[in-house]
């Protein structure tokens, strides 16, 4: 070790990018790195329980492999040794993939998914499984068959959902990244709540093979990070064509980790979305929104408010799109082919053993979409539910191709409040569906979005997220705009928002 990086917990403080280049000079193992990251996790996880599965011992042996290819002398990436935590929603060989559910307790998948392929084989050391709502269905990890998460900067309070396991794993300083998934705001809300860095990359630029589907249409594998940087690092990792995935764009990844080091927003035309402001927004949030758009204009953007009327419709229309798709995915747990199987005896039919396992392995709100979606879809109906929804989706991409006409990127608050207490809306749909007012329109028109940090709420003292939308295969500028974001802030409060692990 280097005289400037001494202890277990210097480790875990460093950035994902310092870690690979202490790796790359010398200085740290990958063995050190990912031993430090396991005591972290065996020290807090039981607070924060971010975690549904552990593989010290896997990790341990693919960092001695890092640690052996470089002593060798070849050539390795920027994360190479770097450890991360994969949410459970993504196929890993040998390692649990449960998804939240009971209905998948125990199932271990033959393959991993590409982006965990490409992940192991950028060196990148997998320490887990992160916990999640249900097939990734929330906003607050409370539909967790396996219990809920628990916000690293206040225990009592939600760490955002559907991935909350994966951003309180960065935020807790488990894990200097993670991967979620993001289908209707579930890597960006939760970075928002956690005060860390989440990305939805473009619909098609990260493969989703090997992702348990929730809605097809709109699923988004995408890195979460402290640092606008390391998520670059992680998305030019996982991002590019993979012809497993038929909806893979096959053309070449924006230049986003050289955008993560531009920083710069000169010049650049900025929208702020008329549509996410008012009523139901926390004061506290809206304040710092406001001074983020002001810092903006101070460092050289232009910046217009952009109407999106459409936008009001998002939610309703998600709302009927996602639960079609899901109750057509969700098939396919049927107590006959992964995980769950109930009444398997003499006295039960095939048809009986597929509703009782149904019935006992799935939660309450994968039930409601299941019933919801099933409804939406059926005869009759299918032209007054799903047609619409589908005639709204595309009245919300015009609405999108007629602001991004006129600007560069749009911006608004990520979430309308911050982190809600745990037990706060969990029996109350409506209000746990809210949370994803201002991140649902970015999937169902498939284009990029990040949430970085834009301070903690003067109300409350809980992290605020800015979110930046850019057009698809546009990703760059988000990360462009999220880097000058994080660079003037760091330099007005003398620091990143979190730099020092909660004293958990
Ligand atoms: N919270 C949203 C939902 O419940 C988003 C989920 C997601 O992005 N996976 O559907």
Redesign the pocket.
């Known amino acids: 070790m280097s005289a400037g990086v001494s202890t277990a917990s210097d480790l875990t403080r460093l950035t994902a990018a310092q870690t690979g280049a202490a790796i790359a000079a010398g200085e740290i193992s990958a063995v050190e790195t990912t031993r430090a990251h396991l005591e972290r996790i065996a020290a807090v996880d039981a607070r924060v329980h971010a975690f549904l599965h552990v593989d010290a011992e896997g990790a341990l042996a693919a960092a001695a492999a890092v640690d052996a290819r470089r002593a060798a002398g070849e050539q390795l990436g920027p994360l190479a040794g770097v450890p991360i935590a994969v949410k459970d929603v993504i196929a890993t060989s040998g390692l649990p993939t449960t998804c939240g559910s009971r209905i998948l307790e125990g199932w271990v998948p033959p393959y991993d998914a590409t982006v965990v392929r490409r992940l192991r084989e950028a060196g990148v050391v997998v320490l887990g499984k992160t916990n999640m ?1 249900e097939f ?4 607050s990890t409370e539909h967790s068959a396996y219990g809920p998460t628990h916000n690293p900067w206040d225990l009592d309070r939600i760490p955002g ?3 909350g396991g994966s951003a309180a794993s960065v935020a807790a300083f488990e894990a200097p990244l993670a991967i979620g ?7 960006r ?1 939760p970075a928002a709540v956690t005060g860390t860095v989440g990305v939805k990359p473009t619909y098609g630029g990260v493969s989703r093979y090997g992702l348990v589907a ?2 097809s249409s ?2 988004q594998a995408g890195p979460c990070a402290r640092t606008v940087l390391d998520a670059a690092l992680l998305h030019e990792i996982i991002a590019g064509h993979d012809p497993l995935d038929s909806t893979s764009i096959d053309s070449p990844t924006p230049p986003v980790v050289e955008a993560a080091r531009a920083a710069d927003v000169r010049g650049m035309r900025i929208g702020v979305v008329r549509q996410f402001a008012g009523e139901g927004y926390q004061p506290g949030v809206q304040q710092r929104f406001t001074e983020a758009v002001a810092l903006f204009e101070d460092l050289g953007a232009t910046v217009v408010e952009v109407d999106c009327p459409n936008f009001d419709y998002a939610l309703p229309a ?2 009927l799109i ?1 639960p079609s798709e899901c109750s057509s995915n969700l098939a396919r747990f049927d107590g006959m082919r992964y995980g769950l199987r109930v009444g398997d005896d003499a006295t039960h039919s095939a048809e009986e053993v597929m509703a009782l396992t149904r019935a006992a392995g799935f939660g309450a ?1 994968a039930k409601r979409r299941i019933i919801l979606g099933t409804y939406a879809l059926s005869s009759g109906y299918y032209d007054a539910y799903y047609g619409q929804a589908q005639k709204v989706r595309t009245l919300i991409v015009r609405d999108f191709d007629a602001a991004f006409a006129q600007v560069d990127v749009l911006v608004s608050p990520t979430t309308p409040t911050t982190a809600f207490p745990l037990g706060e809306r969990v029996d109350d749909p409506m209000a ?2 809210l ?2 007012l201002c ?2 329109p970015s ?1 169902l028109a498939g284009n990029a979005s990040m949430s970085v940090p834009c301070g903690l709420s003067p109300d409350d003292g809980l992290p605020v997220g800015l979110q930046m939308i850019a057009p698809p295969m546009a990703d760059d500028r988000l990360y462009r705009v999220g880097g000058a974001v994080e660079a003037a802030l760091r330099d007005r409060w003398g620091h990143l928002l979190i730099e020092e692990a909660p004293p958990l």
Do not use: H, K, P
């Open positions: 709502d990734a269905m929330g906003s959902g559907s991935g998934t993001d289908t209707g705001g579930s890597i809300q929730l809605a709109l699923d998600y709302y996602l709100e746990m569906y949370a994803d991140t649902i999937n």
